[in-house]
């Protein structure tokens, strides 16, 4: 089946570095990735749409400049977070559709969780 | 925005018991998806629902898609230990967009 492959599965880094984060479509193609946060106990939130070849759509609320996403081919969408502060500290999902395919379910990667000290 | 309301938001059973949640929302959705989620892993996907009024089943997962599209639950027969987790609904807006319920965390006792 579709598998969705995130990488690092965990990291730590201190206040004010850079994280980035990798998502990749493992045997299928995604023209569009998913990034989601989930804090301890709660839902996943959506934060935005990655779009192969253009911009990513953010959702209400997040921003743009600290979030930076770049989907450059078909099976990769990477997230980075600059400048990160504790705060940012949570779990981060990415996850996948396959091209092409009507209905088709979105796949979910392993997670991210990311701890800022 | 739009939500999903889930519930219950957490369960205690005996091993062996069945177990019903279920999701409601003001909005129609065109897709419902119910997936588990263990911790420290993402979701995983367990029914998806494209058809109002659908009854799927995976196992011992039943699901059903209401038929005003605005609702759809989850059963589960005879827990068993590997049930453990936290379930969550999810409805899909458009095309693309996934919205998900609070979950309901279930907990089985031997």
């Known amino acids: 089946g579709a598998v969705v492959s995130q990488h690092p599965s965990w990291v730590i880094c201190k206040s004010g570095t850079s994280v980035k984060i990798e998502c990749r479509s493992l045997d299928f193609q995604a023209t569009t990735m998913f990034w989601y946060r989930q804090f301890p106990k709660q839902s996943l939130m959506l934060m935005a749409t990655s779009n192969e070849g253009s911009k990513a759509t953010y959702e209400q609320g997040v921003e743009k400049d600290k979030f930076l996403i770049n989907h450059a081919s078909l099976t990769l969408s990477t997230l980075t977070v600059t400048s990160a502060h504790p705060e940012d500290s949570s779990f981060y999902i990415c996850s996948a559709r396959v091209s092409g395919v009507n209905n088709s379910p979105l796949h979910f990667g392993n997670g991210t969780r990311l701890t800022v000290t | 925005g739009q939500q999903l309301n889930q519930s219950p938001q957490s369960m205690f059973i005996q091993e062996g018991e069945d177990v019903s949640m279920n999701c409601t929302s003001s909005s129609i959705f065109n897709t419902w998806l119910w997936y588990k989620q263990d911790p420290g892993e993402g979701p995983v996907l367990l029914i998806a629902?494209?058809?109002?009024?659908e009854l799927t089943s995976n196992g011992r997962l039943t699901a059903q898609f209401g038929i005003t599209r605005k609702d759809s639950f989850l059963n589960i027969s005879a827990s068993i230990p590997s049930d453990v987790g936290i379930y969550f609904c999810a409805g899909l807006l458009g095309a693309q967009k996934l919205v998900f319920g609070q979950g309901t965390r279930l907990t089985i006792n031997p």
């Open positions: 629902l494209y058809k109002a009024g």
